[in-house]
């Protein structure tokens, strides 16, 4: 199964991500956790990413197509895999397709999860994520047992620096252009299924569920054309 999580920020796409890649043992690919781990240990990647990252930017296409290109090419990957926010622009969408035509493989299903901008905002000014494992959390809609403790690992839950409310409206500017129109082309594809992001944890996971079971049923076409 390869699927990539297309949305805006806070949509949920981590989430959703972190129950896929849990159930079905499929690895999971989310380039701004791979990036803030860069920007943590102060890799060359991470000294360049952080100022895009710390002003809500996207870091140059470049950069990101080159670090998923090589995550494509570990022997986790093998089965499957779920991209979780990329690609986020043209650039990196055509980027992919070359890496995948290179490779033979195609995508399952794109899962666009659509939401509107005042939940976002709640979403993103209560999200928690874990110093350890990176798991994420929220202080109201999916709070964990014990206050500031990550259920899996028992790691210190902080929040991002870019989820205070002026880098927020810079990354929803950022997405509404560059990455919105990833859509549309994906749409042409036939390969987007849009998901209503409005709702309990579970129940969005049951909208992934059947668009997920569908894309082996309903689109033969698209997995074996090219
Ligand atoms: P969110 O979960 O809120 O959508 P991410 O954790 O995916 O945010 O990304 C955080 C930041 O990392 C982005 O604002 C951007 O600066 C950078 N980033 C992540 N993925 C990409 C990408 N595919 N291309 C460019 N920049 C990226
Ligand atoms: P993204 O990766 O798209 O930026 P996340 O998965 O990190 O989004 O979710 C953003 C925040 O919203 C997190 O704090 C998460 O716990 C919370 N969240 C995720 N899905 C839901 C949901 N269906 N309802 C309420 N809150 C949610
Ligand atoms: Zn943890």
Not at 10 to 29: F, N
Not at 213 to 222: C, G, H, L, N, T
């Amino acid at each position: 199964m390869r699927l990539i999580l297309l949305g805006p920020p806070g949509a949920g796409k981590g989430t959703q991500a972190q129950i896929l890649s849990d159930r079905y043992e499929t690895d999971k690919i989310s380039t701004g956790d791979i990036l803030r781990d860069a920007v943590g240990k102060k890799t060359p990647l991470g000294l360049k990413a952080k100022e895009y990252m710390d002003s809500g930017r996207l870091v140059p296409d470049d950069l990101v197509v080159e670090l998923v290109r090589e995550r494509l090419g570990t022997d986790s990957c093998r089965k499957g895999y779920i991209l979780d926010g990329f690609p986020r622009s043209m650039l990196q969408a055509e980027s992919l397709e070359k890496i995948l035509k290179q490779r033979g493989e195609l995508i399952d299903r794109v899962l666009f999860f659509e939401i509107g901008d005042d939940e976002l905002i709640r979403r993103l000014s209560g999200r928690r994520s874990c110093e350890g494992c990176k798991r994420v959390y929220h202080i109201e809609f999916n709070p964990p047992v014990k206050d500031g403790k990550c259920d899996s690992c028992n790691g210190n839950l902080i929040q991002r620096s870019d989820d205070r409310k002026e880098t927020v409206k810079a990354r929803l500017k950022v997405y509404r252009e560059e990455t919105e129109p990833l859509i549309a082309y994906y749409n042409t594809n036939g390969l987007i299924s849009r998901i209503d992001g409005l709702g309990k944890i579970e129940e969005i996971t049951k909208r992934v569920d059947r668009e997920v079971s569908r894309a082996d049923d309903d689109y033969p076409e698209v997995r074996s054309g090219d």
